[in-house]
């Protein structure tokens, strides 16, 4: 069963720093290309960023280019998302879904507030 555990949220003031990490199992995290996508207050899901299996390639939606980082470390089944003059635009519930352009499956979601 593959399970997606998200952590890392919270409140942050505009121009601060989060970083989100997931935790991955049911699967052979190492072969799997992997995505966050973002749910912001009464919007549809967003594709933020994807990573390929090798970590060689990235993906990165135009509204998070230069101030987010997609990373990898396979050797502990973990996806991050480091995070960088953040805006109030960016709020948003934030899940790590597996696979490279899709919304599912995925987990429960961490929330990232950015308000001052």
């Known amino acids: 069963e593959v399970q997606l555990v998200e952590s890392g949220g919270g409140l942050v003031q505009p121009g601060g720093s989060l970083r989100l990490s997931c935790e991955a199992s049911?699967?052979?995290?190492?072969?799997?290309?992997m995505s966050w996508v973002r749910q912001a207050p009464g919007k549809g899901l967003e594709r933020v960023s994807s990573?390929?299996?090798?970590?060689?390639?990235?993906y990165y939606a135009d509204s998070v280019k230069g101030r987010f980082t997609i990373s990898r470390d396979s050797a502990k089944n973990m996806l991050y998302l480091q995070m960088s003059s953040l805006k109030p635009e960016d709020t948003a519930v934030y899940y790590c879904?597996?696979?490279?352009?899709?919304?599912?499956?995925r987990g429960q979601g961490t929330r990232v507030t950015v308000s001052s």
């Open positions: 049911g699967f052979t995290f190492g072969s799997a290309a």
């Open positions: 879904s597996l696979g490279w352009a899709v919304y599912t499956p």
């Open positions: 990573i390929s299996s090798g970590g060689g390639n990235t």
